[in-house]
Every structure is written in C-alpha cells, then in structure tokens.
C-alpha cells in the first residue's frame, strides 16, 4: 500500500515537500515514481527513481524537482522548489515491479495559485 501526502495549496514560486509511504512490503526492489494529473489531462510522469538510486525527470521537472528515496523507512519523497500554477494536479507514487506490475497510491492534491 502507498500513502502519499504533502499536498496543500501554496502560492507561486513557493515549495513542497511530497512524501510517499509504503506498507505491506520492502520498496528495495521497486523502482519508485511520482506522476501527477491534472484536470482534463492525462497522467504523466514526473520523476522516477530506481533501486541504485538513479533518478529521471520529466523536462518541466528538471533543475526544480528532486526525488529521493529511503528504503530504510520505506519511503519516496518530492522536493518542489519554485512550484507554477501549471503545477496544479494530483500527485500520484507509483512503485515498479521487476514483473513490471505497478502500483499506485490515492493522490494527493497540490494546488499552485498564481
């Protein structure tokens, strides 16, 4: 199971911390990732972070996002620095199977007003 939280309104230009809580089993082994939906649109990816640690961004995360995991306390965290208005979606944790199955959390809600 995945509980993401963090989520909250804040003003542009400001900072949020996600963070992503896994239960039911060890992250080790998952390659982890936050993805984000906006109203209308579809789910993209976000970031992404494997088991040695090697991140991916999205092109509109890079140089504001960081992602990081720790598999000692089975968690994933997003670190959003200098957030826009068309950062508003609900941000999802996903963990990738070595089978390739994945698995999602409920979301949660950012909201960035301008």
């Known amino acids: 199971q995945l509980v993401e939280s963090g989520g909250r309104s804040v003003q542009a230009g400001g900072s949020l911390r996600l963070s992503c809580a896994a239960s039911?089993?060890?992250?080790?082994?998952?390659?982890m990732g936050w993805y984000r939906q906006a109203p209308g649109k579809q789910r993209e990816l976000v970031a992404t972070?494997?088991?040695?640690?090697?991140?991916n961004y999205a092109n509109f995360a890079k140089g504001r996002f960081a992602i990081s995991r720790d598999n000692a306390k089975n968690t994933v965290n997003l670190q959003m620095n200098s957030l826009k208005a068309e950062d508003t979606a609900v941000y999802y944790c996903?963990?990738?199977?070595?089978?390739?199955?994945?698995?999602w959390g409920q979301g949660t809600q950012v909201t960035v007003s301008s």
């Open positions: 972070i494997g088991t040695f640690g090697i991140t």
């Open positions: 039911g089993g060890s992250i080790d082994t998952y390659i």
């Open positions: 996903s963990a990738e199977a070595l089978s390739a199955a994945t698995y």
